[in-house]
């Protein structure tokens, strides 16, 4: 099963902060990651699934159970004409070239998303009015004592950054997209899209993307640049002063200061504009659950 203890955490997501994981794998089998979630469940431990870390914040004091790393869980198969299997750990981006690439339709609105594709469906992943959701036909979840079922994705309750999975483990998606584009054009859309994120936001800074989602028929980038809390800092951590639903690490932060942010930020909106914020980013509890 090759369990490593006492990993830190900070080198395996965006944000490069957080401690520890007490027990940490990267299965590079569907059968590895099974064997992995029937330990973990007969030792009675947390467990949390990690894809790329682009939407996480770990706790400073580090995750009291299994953490299962998927990066090495990367095959992707042309099944049929327009559908993809893809592995959870798969990188998102490189799907959207392979559909791109085939002039097969669907992907081309979700480049610049640093995640992998069960990160991405987990958390029902959305870019320029699209949601992944949209695209997914079935999802192969897996439980301890199983090689994993295959469910249609209408079976899930998908919503806004939201697909209904929860704390079930993301094994395997298989995503129905429209063959029969010309490449060059998905492309060129992809690359528009990527620059317009590039030019708008702290692309290249460590960050989860956006902080918080965005309320009901408001922004929440915009409520913060009304609150005047842009370019404020706390330790390491500063809200973006180029886009400010997205808190950065500008060296040395820890995961503290980035939560006193999101609260002031909380606290602040709900105050001046009787919103409460609600978190996109995910903060795993050091003992499971969440923050
Ligand atoms: C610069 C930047 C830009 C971004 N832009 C966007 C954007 O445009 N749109 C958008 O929606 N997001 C965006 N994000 C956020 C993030 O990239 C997405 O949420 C992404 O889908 C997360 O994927 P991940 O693999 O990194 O998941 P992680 O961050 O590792 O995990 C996120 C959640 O998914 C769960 N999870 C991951 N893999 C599995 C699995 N196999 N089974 C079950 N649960 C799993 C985790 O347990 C956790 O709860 C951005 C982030 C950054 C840093």
């Known amino acids: ?85 893809a592995e959870a750990g798969a990188p998102l981006e490189s799907l959207v070239d392979q559909a791109n690439g085939l002039g097969w ?41 199983g090689p994993g079922e295959w469910i249609d994705a209408s079976s899930l ?18 995503l129905q997209l429209s063959p029969g584009s010309d490449p060059q054009q998905l492309k060129n859309r992809s690359c528009e899209l990527k620059m317009q994120k590039t030019s708008t936001q702290p692309y290249s800074q460590r960050s989860c993307g956006c ?13 913060i640049e009304k609150s005047g809390l842009k370019g404020v800092a706390v330790g390491g951590a500063r809200i973006s002063r180029e886009h400010a639903n997205f808190i950065v690490n500008e060296g040395g932060a820890r995961s503290e200061d980035i939560e006193e942010l999101i609260e002031r930020v909380q606290r602040r909106v709900r105050d001046l504009f009787q919103v409460n914020l609600v978190r996109e980013v995910i903060m795993p509890g050091q003992r499971g659950g969440s923050r």
């Not at 939201?162 to 094994?171: Q, T």
């Not at 902080?211 to 409520?223: C, D, H, K, Q, T």
Request: hydrophobic share 40%; net charge negative; with cysteine.
């Open 211 to 223: 902080i918080f989602r965005n309320p009901v028929g408001a922004s929440a980038g915009e409520l």
């Open 105 to 145: 339709q669907g992907l081309e609105s979700f480049p610049g998303i640093p995640g992998t594709i069960g990160g991405a469906v987990w958390g029902n992943a959305g870019a320029c009015g699209e949601e992944i959701g949209n695209r997914v036909s079935q999802v192969q979840l897996m439980e301890a004592g």
């Open 1 to 85: 099963m090759n369990l490593q203890e006492m990993i830190v955490l900070s080198r395996r997501c965006w944000y490069q902060t957080g401690g520890d994981a007490k027990y940490f794998a990267e299965p590079k089998t569907l059968e590895e990651l099974e064997e992995l979630i029937s330990w973990g469940e007969t030792e009675g431990l947390p467990r949390f699934l990690l894809g790329h870390g682009s939407n996480v914040l770990f706790a400073d004091e580090g995750f009291d159970g299994l953490v299962i790393h998927t990066k090495k869980l990367k095959a992707v198969r042309e099944m049929e004409e327009g559908l993809l299997e």
């Open 157 to 174: 309750c998908w919503s806004y950054r939201c697909s209904g999975i929860e704390d079930r483990v993301v094994a395997a998606v298989r």
